[in-house]
């Protein structure tokens, strides 16, 4: 389960290996399980097209992110695309965020941060274009 935020457009979930992560009681993402996981690189345009999020270029040359809310909370990880199953419909690239330090007020049984902005990375945006 994740919250959903309608003030953010990148969704994001805790990620294996983390670094500072809040209790969860659900298993981790864990990337090199998958199959279909990208990273994304800083000098691609969905990068650049991040609104509502700070970005920077990784010594990798990865899209890292940084999200923080008005309560203080606070998310960093890696900017990313996965394909994404919700109920019947398979979702290809899927950009998400890959979180690796996490602090704040979140709470165990959330998984993450749904956004559900306005801009071209909210999960409903995306959605729209398939």
């Given at each position: 389960?994740?919250?959903?935020?309608?003030?953010?457009?990148?969704?994001?979930?805790?990620?294996?290996?983390?670094?500072?992560?809040?209790?969860?009681?659900?298993?981790?993402?864990?990337?090199?399980?998958?199959?279909?996981?990208q990273p994304i690189d800083c000098e691609s345009e969905t990068c650049k097209a991040m609104a509502t999020v700070a970005t920077n270029c990784?010594?990798?040359?990865?899209?890292?992110?940084?999200?923080?809310?008005a309560d203080g909370s606070?998310?960093?990880?890696?900017?990313?695309?996965?394909?994404?199953t919700l109920g019947e419909r398979v979702l290809p690239y899927i950009v998400f965020g890959c979180s690796f330090t996490n602090d704040g007020v979140f709470?165990?049984?959330?998984?993450?941060?749904?956004g559900l902005g306005g801009g071209d990375c909210?999960?409903?945006s995306q959605i729209r274009k398939l």
């Open positions: 389960m994740a919250i959903t935020n309608t003030g953010s457009d990148l969704s994001w979930m805790q990620c294996k290996p983390c670094t500072k992560c809040y209790k969860h009681t659900a298993p981790l993402f864990d990337p090199k399980s998958s199959s279909t996981y990784s010594a990798t040359k990865k899209c890292e992110f940084l999200s923080l809310y606070v998310s960093t990880g890696v900017v990313s695309t996965e394909t994404i709470q165990p049984t959330w998984g993450g941060i749904v909210s999960l409903v």
